[in-house]
């Protein structure tokens, strides 16, 4: 079976090596070396998907051509003060760093990457955001289950997201769950900003909750490359482990596809390229 009909049967695939060892540590280190550049004024953004409604604010929706920093839910004391250093409190860094940066642009357009995009047939798709996952230990939190297309959206749905473990990714310290041919699914929602431009709202299709039922953990070492469709719906829960589980993931699109003015996330679309 080719990776394409497998991608179609399962709605994931899981690629073994497909980064060394020493890339994944470049890409955590320029991620650290970032964060460290971060001025922090005081104006946390902080990000968990079931509060995206509540905490997105301008810095959050104008964060697609820029490289932002979003905190961990429990990150700031009851004075708003950080309870551990900067690094160590951030849950992301995103969206626009595949683009913006030459260490995380390198690791986003390689030629094994380029490889697999035409493997998969996506000659037509665009890289529309990327996220650093930090899941520090202790701390890192639950990602709900969610289905990607719900957050990039287009008509008709082409959304492709492909995650990276940077380092090996555990029950313990919190790995993906899905369920193999979960993606056979209707779209349940539609994350996007207010017709009155303030602020975000979520647009149900469907009432039906996504089913728990049936999802594994997709346990994997470092370097592994997970693709996901954009309407398999996935979860991780939060590291209660002492070891990290960071991660690299970049959302694909089809070139070809309307993408919707309504979308929480806005790109200037003539800097949105391809693999």
């Not at 940066?101 to 890289?127: C, G, H, M, N, T």
């Not at 996007?192 to 049936?214: H, I, N, W, Y």
Request: charged content about 25%; glycine content about 8%; aromatic content about 12%.
């Amino acid at each position: 079976m080719t990776l394409y009909d497998q991608f179609n049967k399962d709605g994931y695939l899981i690629l073994n090596d497909f980064y060394t060892a020493d890339q994944c540590d470049a890409l955590m280190q320029r991620g650290e070396e970032l964060s460290n550049s971060f001025n922090f004024d005081g104006h946390p953004s902080v990000f968990q998907t079931n509060e995206q409604t509540r905490t997105s604010d301008d810095y959050f929706l104008n964060s697609g051509d820029a490289i932002c920093y979003f905190f961990e839910k429990d990150a700031f004391d009851d004075h708003g003060k950080l309870k551990n250093d900067l690094f160590h409190s951030l849950n992301k860094i995103g969206h626009a760093l595949h683009d913006l940066d030459p260490v995380f642009e390198k690791f986003s357009r390689s030629p094994q990457l380029k490889e697999l995009a035409a493997q998969l047939k996506l000659d037509d798709y665009l890289i529309i955001q990327s996220m650093l996952i930090l899941k520090h230990a202790k701390i890192g939190g639950v990602v709900d289950i969610h289905q990607d297309s719900t957050f990039l959206y287009t008509e008709p749905d082409s959304c492709i997201g492909f995650w990276f473990a940077l380092e090996d990714a555990t029950i313990a310290n919190g790995c993906l769950w899905a369920k193999p041919g979960g993606h056979n699914t209707t779209l349940r929602s539609w994350f996007k900003r207010k017709p009155s431009g303030g602020g975000t709202e979520m647009q149900v299709f469907d009432e039906e909750p996504l089913a728990m039922e049936g999802m594994i953990p997709l346990e994997v070492k470092k370097g592994t490359c997970i693709v996901l469709h954009g309407f398999l719906p996935h979860y991780s829960l939060p590291n209660t482990s002492g070891k990290s589980r960071q991660a690299y993931s970049i959302h694909t699109i089809d070139g070809k596809a309307k993408y919707p003015k309504e979308n929480w996330l806005q790109r200037d679309m003539s800097k949105v390229k391809g693999f």
